[in-house]
């Protein structure tokens, strides 16, 4: 697993663009809704949670087609597979390569872009840590969803109608955390459910993302 993530973060290094690209992408978006809606407070307030992780979910989808497809173009991910090592392992350090180059600086984000909507210093607390809790579960599922459209014509509009409605529960939990905290009541019970779903992913995800990347390699 850390050889598979270091490999990917290496690699990621000399393709900074496609890192960055994810980033900008995230940071226009949610500076258009401010520049589109206008000043009024209350209503950005409002809506700011939905729009940071509606803008972060998007982020994290453009980098998926490519989680897979430069090691299976040059035959990398069939030497994973017959290696000694754990494919499993080996897949969960390319989802946790993916997570630190597209979720974690999204999560670092997401508070500086929070304070155009006007929300004040708990809520962009529990945005942050609800994203810190999200994020690597958007990795997760969407790698499942990349292993399946894998090689497949037209795999990346494929893959957005696959995992765009498995993301729904993260987001409606995610930004019912921040909402939550926002009209005084407790955030507790949205954290433990992203909680939960992220422990059921990250135990099953990578078994389920090997087993179709082993189809797909047939």
Known sequence: MVVSLR???L???????????????FVVVVS???????????????????????????????GLPRLFAADHADGTLEQMALSSQSFALQMAGKVAAHWLLCGLPLVLLAPLLGLQFGLDADALGVLMLSLLIGTPLLSLIG???AALTLGVRGGGVLLSLLVLPLFIPALVFGAGSVEAQTAGLSVRGHLSVLGAMLA?????????TTAALRI???
């Open 7 to 9: 490999r990917d973060l």
């Open 11 to 25: 690699l990621a290094a000399r393709r900074r663009s496609e890192v960055l690209t994810a980033l900008f992408f």
């Open 32 to 62: 258009l809704f401010p520049l589109g809606i206008g000043p009024e407070t209350a209503l950005l307030r409002r809506i700011g949670p939905g729009v940071l992780w509606v803008a972060a979910l998007l982020a994290t989808l453009l």
């Open 143 to 145: 790698a499942i969803g």
């Open 200 to 208: 059921l992913a990250a135990f099953f995800a990578p078994w389920a």
């Open 216 to 218: 797909a390699m047939e």
